[in-house]
């Protein structure tokens, strides 16, 4: 039986790769961001990014540059992937926003749903059930959401106040932007030319209630790779998990 959904999911997708990453350094003094390698595995993050994506069913990929761009270009024309990318360079500042608008013009379909991810997410769970769970709620946007774990040890008290556990870096009760979307078609021109779309689009889309949160699966493997620590937990995490 033909699965119903399978038209609605996206085969293309933006990935925002023009941070500096300063709080990387030394790593991002000669690259940007999504061009560092997560230890062990012999490829930058974009390089699992792209991966992830073509597993997914995305055929056609619009990176957006920014910093050293040259450098991720370069790569990228000297590597082979199971799908088609292309690159954008601003040649001023947009804002996120703005240039996600930007990356979005450049496109094949754009009559048909698209995927975003930020270029520092290490993450695999199902876009495709991702975009069902957007398409049943008839969303203009999609984000996916995350209970990243709080880097300190927590403790538990009883109402006396006497300490009753402590619990090694448990996850934090609230969720956050994970930085994975599903947009719908007229998205695009919702966003704003030059500023934050999380300071404009996001918040009237969640007054019309257009917006939608998906929960990251049990179990489903999210980090998001800001500083030198969180590559070594990747690493570690990674390793753990046989990947």
Not at 118 to 143: K, Q
Not at 165 to 182: M, R
Not at 212 to 222: E, T
Request: aromatic letters at 8%; one cysteine or more.
């Amino acid at each position: 039986m033909t699965d119903p959904n399978v038209a609605s999911r996206p085969v293309q997708a933006v990935v925002l790769a023009g941070g500096q990453g300063s709080r990387l350094r030394p790593y991002t003094d000669d690259r940007p961001k999504p061009m560092v390698e997560i230890p062990g595995t012999g490829t930058p993050i974009i390089g699992h990014q792209l991966a992830w994506l073509a597993g997914e069913g995305v055929t056609d990929v619009v990176v957006s540059c920014g910093h050293l761009a040259e450098v991720l270009q370069r790569w990228l024309e000297s590597t082979e992937f199971p799908i088609r990318v292309t690159t954008v360079v601003e040649t001023e500042p947009l804002g996120r926003g703005g240039g996600l608008k930007f990356a979005a013009k450049h496109l094949p379909h754009p009559d048909r749903p698209w995927y975003a991810t930020n270029g520092d997410i290490w993450t695999r769970f199902s876009l495709r059930d991702m975009t069902d769970f957007h398409t049943e709620r008839d969303a203009v946007a999609t984000l996916a959401l995350a209970r990243p774990r709080i880097p300190w040890g927590a403790v538990e008290t009883d109402d006396f106040g006497h300490i009753t556990d402590f619990i090694e870096a448990p996850p934090t009760s609230y969720q956050v932007n994970a930085g994975v979307y599903v947009f719908s078609p007229e998205f695009t021109e919702l966003l704003p030319e030059r500023g934050d779309h999380e300071r404009t689009t996001f918040p009237r889309l969640a007054r019309e209630r257009r917006l939608a949160g998906y929960p990251l699966p049990q179990g489903a493997y999210w980090r998001a790779i800001d500083t030198a620590k969180d590559l070594t937990e990747a690493a570690k995490e990674l390793a753990a998990l046989g990947r």
